[in-house]
């Protein structure tokens, strides 16, 4: 629906060569901005016959009371002739009407402000005998100033029986993504995933559309839904499972089975502010999660990442040169984000362009039927606007002289919330229609793209540098934690992944969730630690061992490496090559402690000495802060002859003390010899 303004209502008349009314005053103009016209009914949407009755129904919203009239414009026997036709009246930059008819005479306003209409017309009472797209207008009048209160310009296609309309191929690409909800694998910070309906009607949509349409489907948000079925934490309190999430699931599955699924990168990560931010390894990690989540949870297995339809619609050099190097092979983008001399050279459809690993094909959108796909089709007299254009627009395309130019449709936004019933009104089949996979619009013979359209705002409109700055910290200390359990498992891949979505652009609450994620790495790496002593370890002589003894309190085994130096080695040294202490992949078992014997060396005669006891990933980083061992030391070289000196002095004594008790001793006085008697042997046989 389009509304128009004094000096533009003018330029009209003016135009149809009718007498100009006199400029409205400031009361009738506020009047037009809020008294719009719309239309419910426009039935059939496309005759085919010159005597076939039209009805077009409506309401004119006016001032109650009011006397308002309802005329048409239109174009007798003058069609439109290209698309560009169709800007051009849509905008009111060109003039398309030459004749009108007053339809419905000063009818006055009930006291809501509301006047409903139907007229009744014909090709033929319109002049109108050749195939065609023409220009429609409804206007409401002011039955007693005659000042144009209301416009809605809309189409007329005819297309008798018979007609040659070049079928135009069309590829509807969809996208079904949402802001993430969880920090971690079992914390959400928001868990109403579906309180808005938004999921429902993408799911709704799913099932209605025909098979041929592409959907582009966030692994994330499968994962959320799937999550969101087991007993989860929401703030620190405990959650009961959701049996809504599998099911939105499993439903899902079965709507998309025989449609064509491409898999977004996880979380629809902000590709552009991953790449200029330099989270080198995130590119990769956000094509393979998102490749993987989506398959496992839709069950399809075929579901790739080799097309990418980037936020906006636009790409830089270096995003695309990215993901060229990353295995996609195809970019979906609007038609802005190409030059003006490459979309006609395209014609709307594909072509390609070179990047660092050779050619990438760019498919682009067509603006007008994409913002269809975006009409709130909850509005008054929205689904038939939409459809007429629709109609017109498609049915131009294949009246032109030339071949019918191929056409993709999507909404500018990822996170578009459709009106299912609106979308089936829209998109019902068209004689002159054929829907195809998006794959199936391939590039014209030497249809180069040349360069590429990214202004100012679209770099504007990435996560901030100081926001991406925070995520490449975490994203390296979420790396440490996954490096030392055996299992391998990438745990924190995903939650990393979701802080880079571009969902959270121009929005507050991802800090929230990389505070959370923060939180839970933190514990994560606390659960493995070096045990420490509640008093210093004693050291006695110039050389020893001291025990460390690692903790693995994790359900999983880890493997780590051990660094132990000292602070003081002027006190205590460790006896390792440089004075480091190293043991290599040392593993403990889960719920288990593994202790390491570590040689050391006490240059000094005594004192105290601390150690810095340092765990390590197999690639040398390090695994949470140093833990500070304090060591007693105690040297031989001085204590040695005081214990020796003693020791000498005591024998020396004992042997002095035997001296004298034996000069003191008399001579002993013994009895006298006792005769013992012999023992006779018995005689043999007794």
């Given at each position: 629906?389009?509304?128009?303004?004094?000096?533009?209502?003018?330029?009209?008349?003016a135009?149809a060569?009718?007498?100009?009314?006199?400029?409205?005053?400031?009361?009738?103009?506020?009047?037009?901005?809020?008294?719009?016209?719309?239309?419910?009914?426009?039935?059939?949407?496309?005759?085919?016959?010159?005597?076939q009755?039209?009805t077009?129904a409506?309401?004119?919203?006016?001032?109650?009371?009011?006397?308002?009239?309802?005329?048409?414009?239109y174009?007798?026997?003058?069609?439109f002739?290209?698309?560009?036709?169709?800007?051009?009246?849509?905008?009111?930059?060109?003039?398309?009407t030459?004749?009108?008819?007053?339809?419905?005479?000063?009818t006055?306003?009930?006291?809501?402000?509301k006047?409903?209409f139907?007229?009744?017309?014909?090709p033929?009472?319109?002049?109108?005998?050749?195939?065609?797209?023409?220009?429609?207008?409804?206007?409401?009048?002011d039955?007693a100033t005659?000042?144009?209160?209301?416009?809605?310009?809309?189409?007329?296609?005819?297309?008798?029986?018979?007609t040659?309309?070049?079928?135009?191929?069309?590829?509807?690409a969809l996208?079904?993504?949402?802001?993430?909800?969880?920090?971690?694998?079992?914390?959400?910070?928001?868990?109403?995933?579906?309180?808005d309906?938004?999921?429902?009607?993408?799911?709704?949509?799913?099932?209605?559309?025909?098979?041929?349409?592409?959907?582009?489907?966030?692994?994330?948000?499968?994962?959320?839904?799937?999550?969101?079925?087991?007993?989860?934490?929401l703030?620190?309190?405990?959650?009961?499972a959701?049996?809504?999430?599998?099911?939105?699931?499993?439903?899902?599955?079965?709507?998309?089975?025989?449609?064509?699924?491409?898999?977004?990168?996880?979380?629809?990560?902000?590709l552009g502010?991953?790449?200029?931010n330099?989270l080198?390894?995130t590119?990769?990690?956000?094509?393979?999660?998102?490749s993987?989540?989506?398959?496992?949870?839709?069950?399809?297995?075929?579901?790739?990442?080799s097309?990418?339809?980037p936020?906006?619609?636009?790409?830089?050099?270096?995003t695309?040169?990215a993901?060229?190097?990353?295995?996609?092979?195809?970019?979906?983008?609007?038609?802005?984000?190409?030059?003006?001399?490459?979309?006609a050279?395209?014609?709307?459809?594909?072509?390609?362009?070179?990047?660092?690993?050779?050619p990438?094909?760019?498919?682009t959108a067509?603006?007008?039927?994409?913002?269809?796909?975006?009409?709130d089709?909850?509005?008054?007299?929205a689904?038939?606007?939409?459809?007429?254009?629709?109609?017109?627009?498609?049915?131009?395309n294949?009246l032109?002289?030339?071949r019918?130019?191929?056409?993709?449709?999507?909404?500018?936004?990822?996170?578009w919330?459709?009106?299912?019933?609106?979308?089936?009104?829209?998109l019902?089949?068209?004689?002159?229609?054929?829907d195809?996979?998006?794959?199936?619009?391939?590039?014209?013979?030497?249809?180069?793209?040349?360069?590429l359209?990214?202004?100012?705002?679209?770099?504007q409109?990435?996560?901030?540098k100081s926001?991406?700055?925070?995520?490449?910290r975490?994203?390296?200390?979420?790396?440490?934690?996954?490096?030392l359990?055996?299992?391998g498992?990438?745990t924190?891949?995903?939650?990393?992944l979701?802080?880079?979505?571009?969902?959270?652009?121009?929005?507050k609450?991802?800090?929230?969730?990389?505070r959370?994620?923060?939180s839970?790495?933190?514990?994560q790496?606390?659960?493995?630690?070096?045990?420490g002593?509640?008093?210093?370890?004693?050291?006695?002589?110039?050389?020893g061992?001291?025990?460390?003894?690692?903790?693995?309190?994790l359900?999983?085994?880890?493997?780590?490496?051990?660094?132990?130096?000292s602070?003081?080695?002027?006190?205590?040294?460790?006896?390792?090559?440089?004075?480091?202490f190293?043991?290599?992949?040392?593993?403990?078992?889960?719920?288990?402690?593994?202790t390491?014997?570590?040689?050391?060396?006490v240059?000094?005669?005594?004192?105290?000495?601390?150690?810095?006891?340092?765990?390590?990933?197999?690639d040398?980083?390090?695994?949470g802060?140093?833990?500070?061992?304090?060591?007693?030391?105690?040297?031989?070289?001085?204590?040695?002859?005081?214990?020796?000196?003693?020791?000498?002095t005591?024998?020396?004594?004992?042997?002095?003390?035997?001296?004298?008790?034996?000069?003191?001793?008399?001579?002993?006085?013994?009895?006298?010899?006792v005769?013992?008697p012999?023992?006779?042997?018995?005689?043999?046989?007794?």
């Open positions: 629906m389009r509304r128009l303004g004094p000096v533009l209502f003018a330029f009209l008349l135009g060569g009718l007498a100009i009314p006199a400029a409205p005053t400031a009361a009738a103009a506020t009047a037009r901005a809020a008294d719009p016209v719309t239309l419910s009914e426009f039935s059939p949407e496309s005759p085919t016959r010159p005597d009755t039209i077009i409506g309401a004119v919203t006016g001032t109650p009371q009011s006397f308002v009239r309802v005329q048409i414009r174009a007798a026997g003058r069609p002739t290209s698309r560009a036709d169709i800007a051009a009246y849509v905008t009111g930059q060109t003039v398309f030459n004749s009108w008819r007053t339809k419905v005479q000063a006055q306003v009930d006291g809501s402000g006047l409903p139907t007229l009744s017309l014909s033929a009472e319109l002049s109108i005998s050749q195939p065609g797209v023409y220009p429609l207008e409804v206007e409401a009048v039955g005659g000042q144009v209160v209301g416009v809605e310009r809309t189409f007329l296609t005819y297309v008798p029986k018979g040659a309309v070049k079928p135009t191929r069309l590829a509807l996208p079904l993504t949402a802001q993430p909800k969880r920090a971690d694998d079992q914390t959400f910070i928001d868990d109403d995933l579906f309180g309906g938004r999921l429902n009607n993408l799911l709704a949509l799913a099932t209605a559309t025909d098979e041929t349409t592409t959907w582009f489907v966030d692994g994330s948000v499968l994962d959320d839904a799937q999550r969101v079925s087991r007993p989860y934490y703030d620190g309190a405990a959650k009961e959701v049996a809504q999430g599998a099911e939105w699931v499993t439903s899902l599955r079965s709507a998309l089975a025989d449609n064509p699924v491409m898999a977004m990168p996880y979380a629809d990560a902000d502010a991953i790449v200029h330099g080198d390894t590119t990769p990690t956000a094509l393979l999660v998102g993987f989540a989506t398959n496992q949870l839709l069950k399809v297995g075929s579901a790739t990442t097309t990418i339809w936020v906006g619609g636009v790409i830089d050099r270096d695309l040169d993901l060229a190097v990353n295995g996609v092979d195809t970019v979906l983008l609007a038609q802005a984000a190409v030059p003006p001399q490459a979309t050279a395209l014609a709307g459809s594909a072509g390609v362009v070179d990047t660092v690993s050779g990438v094909i760019v498919q067509d603006p007008v039927l994409s913002g269809l796909l975006g009409t089709g909850r509005a008054a007299g689904t038939v606007a939409a459809r007429q254009r629709y109609i017109a627009e498609t049915a131009m294949g032109t002289a030339n019918a130019a191929p056409l993709i449709a999507m909404p500018s936004n990822h996170l919330n459709p009106d299912p019933t609106f979308m089936a009104a829209l019902k089949p068209l004689p002159w229609v054929r195809v996979p998006l794959a199936s619009i391939r590039p014209a013979k030497n249809a180069s793209v040349g360069d359209v990214y202004p100012p705002q679209a770099r409109a990435e996560l901030p926001y991406m700055s925070g995520v490449r975490l994203a390296r200390t979420a790396e440490v934690a996954m490096a359990p055996t299992s498992q990438r924190y891949d995903r939650a990393v979701r802080l880079t979505s571009a969902s959270w652009r121009g929005g609450k991802a800090p929230a969730f990389a959370q994620l923060n839970s790495i933190t514990k790496m606390d659960r493995v630690f070096i045990v002593a509640d008093d210093p370890f004693a050291v006695a002589g110039t050389n061992r001291i025990l460390v003894t690692v903790r693995n309190t359900r999983e085994n880890v493997k780590f490496n051990l660094e132990v130096r602070r003081d080695p002027d006190q205590l040294q460790v006896d390792a090559r440089g004075g480091v190293v043991e290599e992949q040392a593993e403990v078992q889960a719920g288990k402690a593994g390491y014997e570590i040689p050391v060396v240059p000094a005669d005594h004192g105290k000495a601390a150690f810095d006891v340092q765990l390590l990933t197999a040398g980083r390090k695994y802060k140093p833990t500070e061992i304090v060591i007693s030391a105690t040297g031989y070289t001085g204590i040695a002859l005081v214990i020796v000196g003693v020791a000498v005591i024998m020396l004594a004992a042997v002095v003390m035997r001296l004298l008790r034996r000069h003191q001793r008399k001579d002993p006085v013994f009895p006298a010899p005769q013992m012999v023992e006779q042997e018995e005689p043999q046989g007794a």
